[in-house]
Protein backbone atom coordinates (compact mmCIF):
# COMPACT_ATOMS: atom_id res chain seq x y z
CA UNK A 1 0.00 0.00 0.00
CA UNK A 2 1.50 3.35 -0.81
CA UNK A 3 1.71 5.85 1.91
CA UNK A 4 0.37 9.40 1.00
CA UNK A 5 1.72 10.66 4.37
CA UNK A 6 3.18 14.20 3.53
CA UNK A 7 5.86 16.99 4.49
CA UNK A 8 2.87 18.88 5.62
CA UNK A 9 2.98 16.63 9.03
CA UNK A 10 6.79 17.74 9.00
CA UNK A 11 5.90 20.92 11.27
CA UNK A 12 8.10 22.61 13.48
CA UNK A 13 7.00 21.20 16.87
CA UNK A 14 8.89 23.36 19.00
CA UNK A 15 6.29 26.11 19.77
CA UNK A 16 4.58 24.05 22.48
CA UNK A 17 1.34 25.86 24.36
CA UNK A 18 0.55 23.73 26.74
CA UNK A 19 1.78 25.05 30.54
CA UNK A 20 1.84 22.06 32.85
CA UNK A 21 2.48 22.87 35.81
CA UNK A 22 4.66 21.99 38.30
CA UNK A 23 1.62 20.57 40.79
CA UNK A 24 -0.19 18.60 38.67
CA UNK A 25 1.91 14.86 38.56
CA UNK A 26 0.40 12.53 36.55
CA UNK A 27 3.21 10.03 37.48
CA UNK A 28 5.11 9.93 40.37
CA UNK A 29 8.15 8.01 40.93
CA UNK A 30 10.36 7.54 43.87
CA UNK A 31 13.23 5.33 44.54
CA UNK A 32 12.66 3.79 41.74
CA UNK A 33 15.02 0.92 41.39
CA UNK A 34 15.26 -2.11 39.30
CA UNK A 35 18.31 -4.92 39.73
CA UNK A 36 19.14 -8.18 38.65
CA UNK A 37 21.31 -10.75 40.83
CA UNK A 38 23.89 -12.29 38.41
CA UNK A 39 26.67 -14.76 39.34
CA UNK A 40 28.90 -11.91 39.39
CA UNK A 41 27.19 -9.67 41.44
CA UNK A 42 24.02 -7.54 41.35
CA UNK A 43 23.11 -5.52 38.89
CA UNK A 44 21.38 -2.33 39.18
CA UNK A 45 20.24 -1.39 35.62
CA UNK A 46 17.64 1.77 37.52
CA UNK A 47 19.20 3.14 40.74
CA UNK A 48 16.75 5.15 43.13
CA UNK A 49 15.21 7.67 40.34
CA UNK A 50 12.86 10.26 41.38
CA UNK A 51 10.60 11.81 38.70
CA UNK A 52 6.93 13.69 38.39
CA UNK A 53 5.58 13.35 35.36
CA UNK A 54 3.81 16.41 34.91
CA UNK A 55 -0.07 15.93 33.00
CA UNK A 56 0.03 17.34 29.66
CA UNK A 57 3.19 17.08 29.36
CA UNK A 58 5.99 15.65 26.84
CA UNK A 59 8.93 14.07 28.99
CA UNK A 60 11.77 13.05 26.59
CA UNK A 61 14.52 10.48 28.29
CA UNK A 62 17.42 10.23 26.82
CA UNK A 63 20.97 8.39 26.95
CA UNK A 64 23.47 6.18 25.74
CA UNK A 65 22.71 2.55 24.96
CA UNK A 66 22.75 0.87 28.02
CA UNK A 67 21.72 3.72 30.36
CA UNK A 68 18.46 2.35 31.79
CA UNK A 69 16.43 4.06 29.75
CA UNK A 70 14.37 0.58 29.04
CA UNK A 71 14.39 -0.01 32.67
CA UNK A 72 12.95 3.13 33.50
CA UNK A 73 9.85 2.74 31.24
CA UNK A 74 9.23 -1.00 31.74
CA UNK A 75 9.62 -0.35 35.58
CA UNK A 76 6.75 3.11 35.29
CA UNK A 77 4.23 0.09 34.19
CA UNK A 78 5.38 -2.48 36.79
CA UNK A 79 6.25 -4.49 33.53
CA UNK A 80 10.03 -5.39 34.64
CA UNK A 81 10.32 -8.63 33.13
CA UNK A 82 11.31 -11.64 35.67
CA UNK A 83 13.98 -11.97 37.33
CA UNK A 84 14.30 -8.59 37.58
CA UNK A 85 13.39 -6.54 40.91
CA UNK A 86 11.48 -3.49 41.08
CA UNK A 87 11.64 -1.49 44.00
CA UNK A 88 10.73 2.29 45.19
CA UNK A 89 7.60 3.02 44.11
CA UNK A 90 5.42 4.56 41.18
CA UNK A 91 2.19 6.29 41.95
CA UNK A 92 -0.47 7.01 39.23
CA UNK A 93 -2.55 10.09 39.61
CA UNK A 94 -5.66 9.64 37.20
CA UNK A 95 -7.32 12.92 36.06
CA UNK A 96 -10.62 12.70 38.18
CA UNK A 97 -10.11 14.57 41.77
CA UNK A 98 -12.29 12.30 42.92
CA UNK A 99 -10.50 8.92 42.46
CA UNK A 100 -7.81 7.30 44.46
CA UNK A 101 -4.04 7.41 43.22
CA UNK A 102 -2.81 3.98 42.15
CA UNK A 103 0.40 2.57 43.55
CA UNK A 104 1.55 1.27 39.94
CA UNK A 105 3.98 -1.70 41.71
CA UNK A 106 1.47 -3.15 44.04
CA UNK A 107 -1.19 -3.68 41.40
CA UNK A 108 -2.10 -7.26 41.51
CA UNK A 109 -2.14 -8.96 38.00
CA UNK A 110 -6.02 -8.39 36.73
CA UNK A 111 -5.80 -4.87 37.35
CA UNK A 112 -2.22 -3.90 36.38
CA UNK A 113 -3.54 -5.04 32.79
CA UNK A 114 -6.42 -2.58 32.91
CA UNK A 115 -4.15 -0.16 34.19
CA UNK A 116 -1.26 -0.39 31.25
CA UNK A 117 -3.72 -0.09 28.36
CA UNK A 118 -6.62 1.90 29.84
CA UNK A 119 -4.40 4.81 31.93
CA UNK A 120 -0.78 4.24 30.70
CA UNK A 121 -0.01 2.81 27.56
CA UNK A 122 3.23 1.59 25.95
CA UNK A 123 5.09 1.10 22.56
CA UNK A 124 7.69 -1.09 23.42
CA UNK A 125 10.80 -1.07 21.34
CA UNK A 126 10.88 -3.09 18.48
CA UNK A 127 6.90 -3.81 19.36
CA UNK A 128 6.50 -3.46 15.17
CA UNK A 129 7.64 -7.18 15.27
CA UNK A 130 4.66 -8.25 17.36
CA UNK A 131 1.86 -7.66 14.95
CA UNK A 132 0.70 -11.07 14.57
CA UNK A 133 1.31 -11.85 10.80
CA UNK A 134 -1.89 -13.41 9.98
CA UNK A 135 -4.14 -11.13 11.27
CA UNK A 136 -5.27 -8.13 9.98
CA UNK A 137 -5.23 -5.06 11.77
CA UNK A 138 -8.89 -4.95 12.17
CA UNK A 139 -8.64 -8.27 14.24
CA UNK A 140 -5.56 -6.43 15.88
CA UNK A 141 -7.97 -3.90 17.47
CA UNK A 142 -11.43 -5.74 17.64
CA UNK A 143 -9.32 -8.18 19.75
CA UNK A 144 -7.73 -5.43 22.50
CA UNK A 145 -10.96 -3.88 22.75
CA UNK A 146 -12.67 -6.87 23.62
CA UNK A 147 -9.94 -8.33 25.79
CA UNK A 148 -10.86 -4.95 27.78
CA UNK A 149 -14.57 -5.26 27.68
CA UNK A 150 -14.81 -2.11 25.48
CA UNK A 151 -17.57 -1.30 23.21
CA UNK A 152 -16.31 -2.26 19.73
CA UNK A 153 -18.39 -0.49 17.30
CA UNK A 154 -17.59 2.59 19.21
CA UNK A 155 -13.97 1.49 19.80
CA UNK A 156 -13.40 1.02 16.19
CA UNK A 157 -14.72 4.46 15.18
CA UNK A 158 -12.19 5.88 17.79
CA UNK A 159 -9.23 3.98 15.71
CA UNK A 160 -10.49 4.92 12.56
CA UNK A 161 -10.26 8.93 13.83
CA UNK A 162 -6.82 7.71 15.32
CA UNK A 163 -5.80 6.45 12.23
CA UNK A 164 -6.79 9.91 10.66
CA UNK A 165 -5.14 12.10 12.76
CA UNK A 166 -1.97 9.76 12.03
CA UNK A 167 -2.43 10.60 8.26
CA UNK A 168 -3.26 6.96 6.94
CA UNK A 169 -6.42 5.82 5.44
CA UNK A 170 -8.40 4.16 8.34
CA UNK A 171 -10.37 1.79 6.08
CA UNK A 172 -7.85 0.66 3.88
CA UNK A 173 -5.34 0.35 6.82
CA UNK A 174 -7.84 -1.92 8.85
CA UNK A 175 -8.68 -4.44 6.21
CA UNK A 176 -4.83 -4.77 5.96
CA UNK A 177 -2.35 -7.43 6.93
CA UNK A 178 1.03 -6.18 8.62
CA UNK A 179 3.30 -7.28 5.61
CA UNK A 180 1.09 -5.04 3.27
CA UNK A 181 2.51 -1.55 5.46
CA UNK A 182 5.70 0.14 5.28
CA UNK A 183 7.64 0.55 8.73
CA UNK A 184 6.54 3.78 9.03
CA UNK A 185 2.65 3.28 8.63
CA UNK A 186 2.65 -0.06 11.04
CA UNK A 187 5.12 2.32 13.31
CA UNK A 188 1.57 4.73 13.14
CA UNK A 189 -0.84 1.92 13.25
CA UNK A 190 0.88 0.58 16.93
CA UNK A 191 0.46 4.14 18.01
CA UNK A 192 -3.24 4.26 17.40
CA UNK A 193 -3.20 0.83 18.60
CA UNK A 194 -2.01 2.23 22.07
CA UNK A 195 -4.27 5.01 22.49
CA UNK A 196 -7.72 3.01 21.65
CA UNK A 197 -8.64 2.62 24.65
CA UNK A 198 -7.99 6.58 25.76
CA UNK A 199 -4.90 6.14 27.88
CA UNK A 200 -3.95 9.27 29.47
CA UNK A 201 -0.54 8.36 29.68
CA UNK A 202 1.49 6.86 26.22
CA UNK A 203 5.11 5.71 26.84
CA UNK A 204 6.97 5.25 23.82
CA UNK A 205 10.32 3.30 23.90
CA UNK A 206 12.63 4.19 20.64
CA UNK A 207 9.25 4.74 18.61
CA UNK A 208 10.63 5.60 15.52
CA UNK A 209 14.17 4.05 15.74
CA UNK A 210 13.79 1.86 12.65
CA UNK A 211 12.95 4.54 10.16
CA UNK A 212 14.22 7.22 8.09
CA UNK A 213 14.65 10.69 9.26
CA UNK A 214 12.08 12.06 7.30
CA UNK A 215 9.40 9.44 8.72
CA UNK A 216 11.12 10.36 12.24
CA UNK A 217 10.42 13.94 11.70
CA UNK A 218 6.93 13.33 10.17
CA UNK A 219 5.97 10.93 13.28
CA UNK A 220 7.44 13.41 15.69
CA UNK A 221 5.03 16.40 14.37
CA UNK A 222 1.92 13.98 14.82
CA UNK A 223 2.83 12.89 17.96
CA UNK A 224 2.90 16.61 19.08
CA UNK A 225 -0.58 17.02 17.44
CA UNK A 226 -2.01 14.13 19.16
CA UNK A 227 -1.28 15.46 22.58
CA UNK A 228 -2.71 18.70 21.87
CA UNK A 229 -5.70 16.96 20.57
CA UNK A 230 -6.41 14.03 23.63
CA UNK A 231 -4.72 15.77 25.96
CA UNK A 232 -2.08 12.98 26.56
CA UNK A 233 0.75 12.81 28.89
CA UNK A 234 3.62 11.42 26.79
CA UNK A 235 6.97 9.71 27.57
CA UNK A 236 9.20 9.70 24.75
CA UNK A 237 12.45 7.37 25.11
CA UNK A 238 15.32 7.69 22.59
CA UNK A 239 19.26 7.76 22.21
CA UNK A 240 18.36 11.11 19.97
CA UNK A 241 19.00 13.97 21.94
CA UNK A 242 18.30 16.29 18.49
CA UNK A 243 15.47 14.64 17.54
CA UNK A 244 13.56 14.39 20.89
CA UNK A 245 14.69 18.61 21.04
CA UNK A 246 12.06 18.75 18.46
CA UNK A 247 9.11 17.41 20.76
CA UNK A 248 9.73 17.69 24.45
CA UNK A 249 8.50 20.45 26.58
CA UNK A 250 11.37 19.05 29.25
CA UNK A 251 14.68 16.15 28.29
CA UNK A 252 15.79 13.73 31.42
CA UNK A 253 19.39 12.66 30.93
CA UNK A 254 20.11 9.44 32.19
CA UNK A 255 23.71 8.21 32.36
CA UNK A 256 24.64 5.19 34.53
CA UNK A 257 20.67 4.25 35.48
CA UNK A 258 19.94 7.54 37.11
CA UNK A 259 19.33 10.94 36.01
CA UNK A 260 22.04 13.26 35.87
CA UNK A 261 20.73 16.58 34.49
CA UNK A 262 16.83 17.10 33.82
CA UNK A 263 15.80 20.69 32.71
CA UNK A 264 12.78 22.54 29.97
CA UNK A 265 14.00 21.47 26.91
CA UNK A 266 15.05 25.21 25.98
CA UNK A 267 17.66 25.26 29.02
CA UNK A 268 18.51 21.96 28.10
CA UNK A 269 19.51 22.92 24.58
CA UNK A 270 20.74 26.23 25.07
CA UNK A 271 22.12 25.72 28.18
CA UNK A 272 22.85 22.24 29.71
CA UNK A 273 25.32 22.18 32.75
CA UNK A 274 26.04 18.25 32.96
CA UNK A 275 29.28 17.59 31.15
CA UNK A 276 27.44 14.31 30.26
CA UNK A 277 24.67 16.47 28.57
CA UNK A 278 27.08 18.57 26.72
CA UNK A 279 29.00 15.79 25.40
CA UNK A 280 26.16 14.30 24.20
CA UNK A 281 25.47 17.25 22.00
CA UNK A 282 29.04 17.91 20.74
CA UNK A 283 28.75 14.49 19.76
CA UNK A 284 25.71 14.85 17.49
CA UNK A 285 26.61 14.86 13.74
CA UNK A 286 25.73 18.06 12.54
CA UNK A 287 26.10 19.28 8.16
CA UNK A 288 26.59 22.59 9.35
CA UNK A 289 29.53 21.98 12.49
CA UNK A 290 32.63 22.05 11.47
CA UNK A 291 34.33 18.40 11.45
CA UNK A 292 37.09 19.80 14.07
CA UNK A 293 34.25 20.66 16.51
CA UNK A 294 32.44 16.94 16.80
CA UNK A 295 33.42 15.47 19.69
CA UNK A 296 32.91 11.94 20.24
CA UNK A 297 32.34 10.90 24.29
CA UNK A 298 35.29 8.98 24.92
CA UNK A 299 35.06 6.02 27.23
CA UNK A 300 32.41 3.64 28.14
CA UNK A 301 29.21 3.32 29.87
CA UNK A 302 29.46 2.06 33.30
CA UNK A 303 29.12 -1.86 33.97
CA UNK A 304 25.73 -2.28 36.27
CA UNK A 305 27.25 -4.53 38.30
CA UNK A 306 30.06 -2.18 39.22
CA UNK A 307 28.83 1.94 39.05
CA UNK A 308 32.03 4.08 39.83
CA UNK A 309 31.86 5.48 43.31
CA UNK A 310 31.66 9.08 43.54
CA UNK A 311 30.18 10.65 40.39
CA UNK A 312 29.30 7.58 38.14
CA UNK A 313 30.87 9.78 35.95
CA UNK A 314 34.02 10.86 37.05
CA UNK A 315 36.05 8.49 34.93
CA UNK A 316 35.24 9.93 31.71
CA UNK A 317 34.53 13.27 32.76
CA UNK A 318 36.96 16.13 31.95
CA UNK A 319 36.34 18.19 34.95
CA UNK A 320 36.74 15.65 37.55
CA UNK A 321 38.73 16.02 40.53
CA UNK A 322 39.02 14.16 43.90
CA UNK A 323 35.52 15.20 44.89
CA UNK A 324 34.12 13.57 42.09
CA UNK A 325 36.05 10.26 43.00
CA UNK A 326 34.58 10.06 45.99
CA UNK A 327 30.99 11.83 46.83
CA UNK A 328 28.08 11.49 44.69
CA UNK A 329 26.50 14.29 43.88
CA UNK A 330 22.89 15.22 44.37
CA UNK A 331 21.07 17.12 42.20
CA UNK A 332 21.73 20.95 42.46
CA UNK A 333 19.14 23.85 41.32
CA UNK A 334 20.14 25.47 38.05
CA UNK A 335 16.70 27.30 38.38
CA UNK A 336 13.35 26.36 38.73
CA UNK A 337 12.70 24.38 35.71
CA UNK A 338 16.23 23.02 35.17
CA UNK A 339 18.55 20.78 38.14
CA UNK A 340 22.05 18.48 37.60
CA UNK A 341 23.88 16.50 39.76
CA UNK A 342 27.22 17.26 38.90
CA UNK A 343 29.80 19.15 41.81
CA UNK A 344 31.03 21.14 38.98
CA UNK A 345 28.00 22.39 37.10
CA UNK A 346 28.77 26.22 36.92
CA UNK A 347 32.10 25.62 35.66
CA UNK A 348 31.03 24.16 32.48
CA UNK A 349 30.22 27.43 30.60
CA UNK A 350 34.14 27.88 30.11
CA UNK A 351 35.00 24.51 30.64
CA UNK A 352 33.18 22.46 28.11
CA UNK A 353 31.73 24.84 25.49
CA UNK A 354 28.86 23.88 23.00
CA UNK A 355 29.94 23.09 19.75
CA UNK A 356 28.37 26.13 17.37
CA UNK A 357 27.05 23.54 14.53
CA UNK A 358 24.90 21.83 17.94
CA UNK A 359 21.05 21.39 16.35
CA UNK A 360 19.57 23.79 18.32
N1 LIG B 1 17.04 -9.40 31.56
C1 LIG B 1 18.12 -8.73 31.96
N2 LIG B 1 18.98 -9.26 32.87
C2 LIG B 1 20.06 -8.58 33.28
N3 LIG B 1 20.40 -7.36 32.85
C3 LIG B 1 19.60 -6.78 31.93
C4 LIG B 1 18.41 -7.41 31.45
N4 LIG B 1 17.83 -6.59 30.55
C5 LIG B 1 18.62 -5.50 30.47
N5 LIG B 1 19.67 -5.60 31.30
C6 LIG B 1 20.74 -4.61 31.50
O1 LIG B 1 20.16 -3.43 32.03
C7 LIG B 1 20.92 -2.30 31.62
C8 LIG B 1 19.98 -1.23 31.14
O2 LIG B 1 19.34 -1.73 29.97
P1 LIG B 1 18.25 -0.90 29.17
O3 LIG B 1 17.64 -1.85 28.19
O4 LIG B 1 17.36 -0.18 30.10
O5 LIG B 1 19.16 0.16 28.41
P2 LIG B 1 18.72 1.22 27.33
O6 LIG B 1 19.24 2.54 27.81
O7 LIG B 1 17.27 1.15 27.03
O8 LIG B 1 19.58 0.75 26.10
P3 LIG B 1 19.19 0.62 24.54
O9 LIG B 1 19.15 2.01 24.02
O10 LIG B 1 20.35 -0.16 23.99
O11 LIG B 1 17.89 -0.09 24.47
C9 LIG B 1 21.91 -2.79 30.57
O12 LIG B 1 23.18 -2.89 31.17
C10 LIG B 1 21.38 -4.16 30.20
O13 LIG B 1 22.45 -5.01 29.85
Not at 77 to 96: F, K
Request: proline residues 7%; hydrophobic residues 40%.
Amino acid sequence: MSDSFTAEAVADTTDVDTDPTAEDVILECRDLSVSFEMDRGTSRVLHDVDMDIRRGEILGIVGESGSGKSMFASALLNAVVSPGRTEGSVTYHPPDDEADPVEVLGLDKGPLRSLRWEDISMVFQGAMSSFNPTMGFREHFVETLDAHDYDVAAGIERAEELLSDLYLDPDRVLDSYPHELSGGMKQRVLIALALVLEPEVLVMDEPTAALDLLMQRSIISLLSDLRDKYDLTMVFITHDLPLVTKLADRIGVLYAFEFAEVGDTTEMVHDPKHPYTRALLNATPNLDAPLSEMRPIEGAAPDPVNVPAGCPYHERCPLATAECEDVKPAMDAVSATHEVACHHWSDVDDEIPLSTGVQR
